[in-house]
């Protein structure tokens, strides 16, 4: 009897130590699969799911639109990896920020996340409906590595963590490889210029460029005729944009230490002027486009030249309907004088990022998604996706094969590069209605209005005016604390 309880016994042990043996092969294949990070997102939705006994669980998301046809890939997987459905509600990226600032107030809990640009973070985290992810990721512990220090600065808000970020919209200039290359336009642009053609070293040698290589419809050059008109320059121009690229032409900080405004010195005035100037050599209808119509309107092949999100690189390769696919130069933002020196800074014009609704039900959950969706492995996979607009924006995206599938190893170099450059717009309480006074008075400007001087001390009282309604005290503090974290690249 004695023998054969032994022999049951180690039969026992046997089976229990292959049971072992094999869930350490599926754990271990599942974090090859995955990645540690990803799979503490996974396993802690799955225990919160057990531990709160939630009949079929479901998180809903406030999803900016242009992501509605790359996203649901990976709810889908989501739900099948933790039994969690996700359900989208794509909404604009300019109506998205009011969305999330009547939630501050109606407290209805209908999203539990929301996917939008960081700058509506400030707003947020001081309204209340946002909720610090402190507590969770000290359990589900991240990775932040090789994240450039503005976007993972983002991340923040007054020292606790809002959102996570999976996107580097950090602007950049791309140029028609077939053009540049092109042995008679070279020639000529050497002739007219003295310069060899290529990635412009500043704003001004751009604008060079955009005035030499825009051309008529109907006209003949380099060999070339052109049916339709090839433009100079494009880029973004309209209100609740130009703000996303000032930063660029401005090249510092926008404020002293003390909230005042830095727009009236003749830095601002430059910066204005050069803004304003070249989009003489863009579309006539810039001043209205956003995204929906640059994108497309690029990979027609109607312009030279486009200063824009990264992603439009690897839109105009991905598309369908694209006709320059393989003829783009990716280039690093080219720098602005108007400090003075030449400086180069990458404005971070948008950005994706997620935050969980500190009025939903259940927030750790929403956390865990956001962790797995942002995490190096998942992420990865999200920027190489065909129809996706997320951009390469950490170490961990170099030498990924479906983002250089997407992209081109050359693109990949040149975007991380530029992200040394990266600093963010104004991230502070008030963003929209700062920005917004910047924005109606580049308009002018453009339009022939008022003048780059009259713009500037117009946008000088209405920043005071402004900071001093949110309470000068509070976003002194706020100010200092986002340059400390390196926000902005300049320091004081």
């Known amino acids: 009897m004695k023998r054969t309880l032994f022999t049951v016994s180690r039969t026992a042990l046997a089976c229990a130590f292959i049971i072992a043996v094999a869930a350490t092969i599926d754990t271990a294949a599942a974090q090859q699969k995955y990645g540690p990070v ?169 604008e060079e460029q955009a005035k030499f290589f825009h051309t008529k419809a109907g006209q003949t050059r380099w060999g070339i005729k052109f049916e339709k008109p090839l433009y100079g320059a494009m880029g973004y121009r309209s209100v609740n944009f130009s703000h996303r690229h000032f930063p660029s032409y401005f090249g510092g900080l926008l404020f002293d230490k003390d909230m005042k405004p830095r727009i009236n010195t003749p830095q601002g005035v430059k910066a204005i002027t050069a803004f304003a100037s070249i989009v003489k050599y863009m579309p006539e209808d810039i001043q209205g486009w956003g995204t929906p119509q640059i994108y497309p309107f690029w990979a027609s092949g109607q312009a030279y030249s486009v200063m824009s999100f990264p992603s439009i690189f690897g839109y105009a390769n991905a598309n369908p309907k694209s006709v320059i696919k393989g003829k783009q130069i990716p280039c690093v933002i080219p720098a602005t004088t108007a400090p003075g020196k030449p400086v180069r800074r990458a404005s971070e014009a948008a950005g994706t990022s997620y935050e969980v609704n500190a009025y939903g039900k259940n927030p750790e959950l929403a956390y865990w998604f956001i962790q797995w969706m942002t995490s190096p492995s998942v992420g990865n996979r999200a920027i190489a996706h065909p129809k996706g607009f997320w951009d390469p924006y950490r170490v961990q995206n170099k030498d990924d094969p479906g983002i250089i599938k997407k992209f081109s190893k050359e693109f990949v170099d040149v975007t991380l590069e530029n992200a040394k450059y990266t600093t963010s717009l104004l991230f502070i309480e008030g963003h929209y209605e700062y920005m917004k006074i910047l924005d109606n008075n580049l308009a002018d400007v453009m339009n022939g209005n008022i003048t780059a001087a009259a713009a500037a001390k117009n946008i000088e009282a209405g920043w005071n005016r402004v900071t001093d309604d949110v309470g000068r005290k509070s976003q002194i503090a706020a100010w200092r604390q986002g340059v400390a974290d390196g926000l902005y690249v300049d320091k004081f």
């Open 38 to 206: 990803a799979q503490r997102a996974i396993d802690g939705a799955k225990a919160y799911v057990k531990a709160h006994n939630i009949q079929n669980p479901k998180l809903t998301m406030l999803l900016n639109s242009l992501f509605r046809n790359a996203m649901p890939d990976f709810a889908a997987e989501w739900t099948k990896l933790t039994g969690v459905e996700i359900v989208s509600e794509p909404l604009g990226y300019t109506d998205i920020p009011s969305k999330i600032m009547g939630e501050a107030v109606a407290k209805t809990g209908a999203f539990d996340l929301f996917n939008d640009f960081p700058y509506t973070q400030p707003d947020g985290a001081s309204a209340g409906v946002l909720k610090s992810l402190d507590e969770y990721a000290a359990k589900g512990k991240p990775d932040f590595s090789g994240i450039p220090a503005a976007f993972f600065a983002q991340q923040k808000y007054n020292g606790k963590l809002y959102s996570m970020v999976l996107d580097g919209d950090h602007i950049m200039l791309v140029l028609r490889k077939d053009i540049v290359e092109n042995a008679q336009a070279r020639a000529e642009f050497k002739a007219a210029t003295g310069k060899d053609l290529g990635c412009p070293a500043t704003m001004a040698d751009w």
